[in-house]
C-alpha cells in the first residue's frame, strides 16, 4: 500500500467496500515499465481500469492505448488522447464499433478472422490491421484460453488478403495470458512471429510491427520476476530473430500499470465455525465476487489481505463474499490464513487491488451497489 492511499484511509475513514488508487503510482508504473523496454511503445490495455484519473494521468505521459469497445475509444478520447494513439485491439467488434471507430479518427484495428477482416475492409478503409495469433498461454495464471488469436497459416492467408483488401497490413500480435510470470513464455511466441514475418516477406508483404500483448504481472500472494526480467528476456529474443531489422514494437499492459496502484478497503460481516471444533473459520467480507473479485474464479488471482491484528497468530480460513450465492467463494482451497483475532466490523485491505475489479462489479446483485472508487 503506498503512503498516499494509507493516508486517505486513515484520514477519510471511506465507506466500504471501495477502491482506493494512487494515481502516481500508475504513473511510476508505465515508467518503469518504459525503462524497462525503452523501444516498446505502451498501449494501456483501458479494461484494466478506465477511470477517468487514470486515463488523464497516461495520456499525460504520451501513453497510448488499447481499447476494447467505442465505448473505451470514447474515453480514452475524453482523456486526452489522439485518436492515432489508440489501437481498437478486440477482435470481435461490431461493425458499428468499427464505423464510430474509424469516423473519430482511429486507424489501428486488430483482427483473428476472415469475416473481421472483411468488416475492417468496408466500416475502416486503408486501415493498419494487425492480425492476432494464437498462443500458448502456460505460466499466466489468468489464461485466455482459445478464444482468441489464429493459426499460423491462417494469418499468413489473411495478411495477403488484407492487402488485396485495400487494407495496410502492418503487423501481427499476441497475448501470451494475463498475470503471466514466465518470462520465457513471450520468447517463444516471438520465435513464431519472426518466422511469419520472414514468410510474408517473400511472398511480398512487409510487415513492420510486433504487437506483444500484455501479461505482465502485478504481485498477489506470491512474488513475481521484476519487470526488467520481462524486458531482457523480450529484447533477447527481438533480438536474436530480427537481428538488426527490429519492427516497432507495442505493449499492451493493463494489470501492470494499475494492479499494485490500487487497494479494496473491505469490512468483515461475519466469521464463522461450521462445527464448534473446526479449525477453518468462514471469514465473510462486504465485498465478494460479484462485488468486483471476479478473477478470484476458480481461485486465479491470489489477493494478499492486511488487516489490524497482522504479526498476530493466524488461523486457516475460507474466505467469502456477502451475497447469497453459493458461487460467491473467493477462496476455500488456495490455504489462507487470516488472524485469530478478527472478527466483524474490522477493516480488511485487500492489496494489489486496482485491476480489473471496479468494473468487473456486477449491478445491485442482492442490492449491494457497485464498488465506491476514490482517486488519490
Ligand atoms: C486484456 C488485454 C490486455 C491486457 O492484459 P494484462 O494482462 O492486463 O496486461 C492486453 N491486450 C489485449 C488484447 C487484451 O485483451
Not at 499492451?252 to 496502484?261: K, N, Q, S, T
Not at 468462514?282 to 489490524?308: H, M, N, P, Q, S
Amino acid at each position: 500500500m503506498t503512503p498516499k492511499i494509507a493516508r486517505f484511509l486513515s484520514e477519510q475513514q471511506p465507506a466500504t467496500p471501495c477502491l482506493v488508487l494512487d494515481v502516481d503510482r500508475v504513473e511510476s508504473n508505465f515508467r518503469a515499465l518504459s525503462a524497462a523496454l525503452p523501444l516498446a511503445r505502451i498501449y494501456y490495455a483501458v479494461k484494466a481500469n478506465p477511470a477517468q484519473a487514470v486515463l488523464e494521468r497516461l495520456a499525460g505521459l504520451a501513453s497510448c492505448f488499447d481499447a476494447a469497445s467505442f465505448e473505451e475509444i470514447e474515453a480514452c478520447l475524453a482523456a486526452g488522447a489522439r485518436p492515432e494513439a489508440i489501437s481498437f485491439g478486440n477482435t470481435i467488434k461490431k461493425a458499428a464499433a468499427i464505423r464510430h471507430a474509424y469516423e473519430a479518427g482511429v486507424r489501428l484495428f486488430a483482427f483473428d478472422s476472415a469475416e473481421e477482416l472483411d468488416k475492417l475492409a468496408r466500416f475502416a478503409p486503408a486501415s493498419r490491421v494487425y492480425c492476432r495469433l494464437l498462443v500458448e498461454n502456460e505460466g499466466a495464471d489468468w489464461p485466455l484460453s482459445r478464444k482468441f488469436g489464429t493459426s499460423i497459416e491462417t494469418a499468413r492467408d489473411l495478411m495477403l488478403r488484407a492487402g488485396e483488401l485495400g487494407l495496410d497490413p502492418y503487423g501481427l500480435s499476441f497475448h501470451v495470458g494475463s498475470q503471466q510470470t514466465d518470462t520465457s513464455s513471450y520468447q517463444a511466441a516471438i520465435g513464431r512471429v519472426a518466422m511469419l514475418f520472414t514468410d510474408l516477406k517473400e511472398a511480398g508483404v512487409n510487415l513492420r510491427m510486433v504487437n506483444l500483448g500484455g501479461g505482465f504481472p502485478t504481485p498477489y500472494r506470491d512474488a513475481v520476476p521484476e519487470i526488467d526480467r520481462f524486458g531482457d528476456a523480450i529484447m533477447g529474443a527481438m533480438t536474436r530473430h530480427f537481428g538488426n531489422a527490429l519492427p516497432e514494437m507495442i505493449i499492451e499492459p493493463g494489470r501492470f500499470i494499475v494492479g499494485d496502484a490500487g487497494v479494496v478497503s473491505a469490512e468483515v460481516v461475519l466469521v464463522s465455525r461450521k462445527a464448534k471444533d473446526d479449525p477453518v473459520r468462514w471469514v465473510y467480507l462486504d465485498i465478494g465476487r460479484f462485488g468486483g473479485l471476479a478473477e478470484t474464479e476458480g481461485e486465479a488471482i491470489k489477493y494478499r489481505f492486511a488487516t489490524r491484528h497482522d504479526g498476530k497468530p493466524t488461523g486457516p480460513v475460507a474466505i467469502a463474499g456477502p451475497t447469497c450465492d453459493g458461487a460467491d467463494i473467493l477462496y476455500e482451497r488456495s490455504n489462507y490464513r487470516l488472524p485469530l483475532g478478527l472478527e466483524s466490523g474490522d477493516r480488511v485491505e485487500i492489496l494489489s487491488a486496482g485491476a480489473y475489479v471496479t468494473t468487473y462489479a456486477s449491478q445491485r446483485f442482492n442490492g449491494f451497489l457497485p464498488l465506491a472508487e476514490h482517486y488519490v
